[in-house]
């Protein structure tokens, strides 16, 4: 079983829907990062959270350490949003406080 | 533009072959993350460079080695390829190389395909 476990695995949905995506870890954390790949490969990273819940523009991130869960919401989604969205998470302890370790990635195509 | 650069932006090569991927930071970040992105095993960490010291070693080969230079640069050097080491190699970069409090801003990739 992975450490990060990403769900859905391709996710559509058409222009102005609210859309989910999950991430479930199995190992205590310092933090959790989102990662957004569009198609042509670059990567940016949109969220790093270590509690509560973040908030930029239409994204919002949320995180329960308790229940090792985070999820990503985009609120009134737009074809520009379609990429794919990373988990990754920071270890606490076993000397991998250094690395982060990934989700295998949630592709999200959203129709005009 | 994240301000991290990588060159080259592709490489074909064959096997048996070994090849230099350079990476830029962003000013004034001091810490250099080098990433593998395969088809079948998602984004791995491969090694953690910061102010020119190996700080953290992931899944990366023997094959693979990696250093930083004074500049900050740094160059991940892959030897005896196999065709299973086509991927796109990540470098990103943040100021002081805690993934608990930094962000990480990634380069464009090198897409390595051995054939």
């Known amino acids: 079983k992975n450490e990060v476990e990403q769900s859905p695995q391709n996710l559509t949905a058409q222009e102005g829907e609210f859309i989910t995506i999950n991430c479930s870890y199995s190992?205590?954390?310092?933090?959790l990062h989102w990662l957004q790949q569009h198609p042509g490969g670059g990567i940016v990273s949109l969220f790093m959270?270590?509690?509560g819940k973040k908030k930029h523009g239409r994204l919002i991130a949320t995180i329960n350490i308790q229940e090792k869960h985070s999820s990503l919401h985009i609120t009134a989604s737009h074809p520009r949003d379609s990429a794919v969205y990373i988990c990754?998470?920071?270890?606490?302890?076993?000397?991998?406080?250094?690395?982060?370790?990934f989700g295998k990635g949630t592709l999200l195509t959203v129709n005009p | 533009d994240s301000g991290v650069t990588q060159t080259p932006k592709h490489l074909i090569t064959a096997t048996g072959q070994r090849v230099t991927l350079r990476c830029s930071p962003r000013?004034?970040?001091?810490?250099v993350y080098w990433y593998q992105q395969s088809l079948d095993q998602g984004l791995q960490f491969l090694i953690q460079?910061?102010?020119?010291?190996?700080?953290a070693k992931g899944n990366i080969l023997e094959r693979f080695s990696a250093q930083q230079f004074p500049d900050l640069h740094s160059e991940l050097n892959l030897s005896s390829l196999e065709l299973g080491d086509s991927a796109l190699y990540f470098c990103?970069?943040?100021?002081?190389?805690?993934?608990?409090?930094?962000?990480?801003?990634f380069g464009p990739g090198t897409r390595l395909t051995v054939l």
């Open positions: 959270l270590s509690s």
């Open positions: 990103a970069s943040s100021v002081v190389g805690a993934p608990s409090t930094d962000t990480q801003y």
């Open positions: 990754a998470v920071n270890p606490l302890s076993g000397g991998s406080n250094y690395k982060l370790t």
């Open positions: 460079y910061y102010n020119g010291e190996e700080r």
């Open positions: 190992v205590g954390i310092s933090a």
């Open positions: 000013s004034g970040d001091l810490s």
